[in-house]
């Protein structure tokens, strides 16, 4: 089974803190996406990864960045938290160039909360 | 207009009911629909996918698309309590980006 592993499920950091939220994939996926997800928003990109040392912006990926040093570790950086990221942030992986569905695999979540 | 438009519920129904999930998208070059299930306090599991038009069944499942509507729903047939979730719909077009585009989910309750 394809198992992608968030290191913290639950944080609480304070308004103006670094945060980092690290994802493992053990599929030897291509592709790595960061999500964050809110009450009636949805699940929205924040940054996604389809290479070692690459990345792209998604739709929100304003005060946050994004490190990807080995293939199967992607990393979410809050450089300076604020209240308005308290949030579920969702991490996934998925294979190569995704031909047919793009199928992807959710770890279980890092709720955030910034005080 | 949002890319992907999903009724955020809650959908409460009884033990043993018929639901009915759905969503509208406006993309016309969307090719695969896909809908993940998503348990309270886990991550989206993908539950099943359709190409193009048309109907698919996985047992109680039944997932239908009508491009020319532009519409995407999700059936539940004897709806169970282990059925309670949110349920994402993600259309996706095969050439565009490989990051899917989600509703934002219709959490559904259901009744013993």
């Known amino acids: 089974d394809v198992k992608v592993t968030q290191s913290s499920r639950y944080l609480v950091k304070r308004t103006g803190e670094k945060v980092f939220l690290e994802c493992v994939q053990d599929?030897?996926?291509?592709?790595m996406f960061w999500y964050r997800q809110d009450p009636g928003l949805g699940l929205r990109l924040i940054y996604f990864s389809y290479d070692v040392k690459m990345k792209e912006k998604g739709d929100i990926p304003e005060g946050y960045s994004v490190s990807r040093e080995k293939k199967e570790r992607f990393s979410l950086i809050l450089e300076s938290a604020s209240t308005n990221q308290t949030s579920m942030y969702l991490c996934?992986?998925?294979?190569?160039?995704?031909?047919?569905?793009?199928?992807?695999?959710f770890g279980e979540g890092s709720r955030l909360t910034v005080l | 207009q949002k890319e992907v438009e999903q009724d955020p519920g809650p959908l409460s129904v009884p033990e043993g009911a018929i639901v009915s999930l759905n969503c509208t998208y406006s993309?016309?070059?969307?090719?695969?629909f896909m809908w993940y299930r998503q348990y309270s306090r886990k991550g989206p599991e993908l539950l099943m996918y359709?190409?193009?038009?048309g109907n698919k069944e996985d047992g109680r499942f039944t997932a239908q698309v009508d491009k020319s509507s532009k519409y995407i729903s999700l059936f539940i047939r004897d709806s169970q309590p282990s059925d309670s979730a949110t349920y994402l719909c993600?259309?996706?077009?095969?050439?565009?980006?490989?990051?899917?585009?989600f509703g934002s989910g219709t959490r559904l309750q259901v009744q013993p």
């Open positions: 996934a992986s998925s294979p190569g160039l995704a031909p047919n569905t793009g199928e992807l695999f």
């Open positions: 359709t190409y193009s038009s």
């Open positions: 599929m030897d996926h291509e592709n």
């Open positions: 993600a259309p996706r077009s095969p050439t565009g980006r490989r990051a899917l585009t």
């Open positions: 993309n016309s070059a969307f090719q695969y």
